[in-house]
């Protein structure tokens, strides 16, 4: 929903085993910013990778993840929070 942002490039992935696309190395040493749902979406990705993303902007946005994907309700709270976040 951030691709439409000039100089953009967005990327998507879940911090379970299960989810349809994880989180990886390479996904996280692509990434200038990261954003996360919940706090214990961040302690995941410190506990596993803290050494590639300990000096990169991280942020949670205290959104429950327990949305279905792009539902409404996530989408305005998303285009709420991530566009300050990222000063565009």
């Known amino acids: ?6 100089g953009l490039s967005v990327r998507s992935a879940g911090t379970s085993r ?8 390479g996904l996280l040493q692509w990434a200038d910013v990261i ?13 596993e990778y ?4 300990e000096n990169k902007p991280l942020h949670v946005l205290d959104i429950p993840d327990d ?6 309700e996530l989408v305005r709270q998303l285009e ?6 990222l000063g565009i």
């Open 67 to 72: 949305y279905r994907y792009m539902a409404p």
């Open 1 to 6: 929903m951030f691709r439409r942002y000039p």
């Open 50 to 53: 803290r050494r590639i993303i």
């Open 80 to 85: 709420e929070l991530v566009p300050d976040m």
């Open 35 to 47: 954003c996360v749902m919940e706090q214990k979406h961040k302690d995941r990705l410190m506990a």
């Open 18 to 25: 299960n989810a349809k696309k994880s989180v990886s190395c």
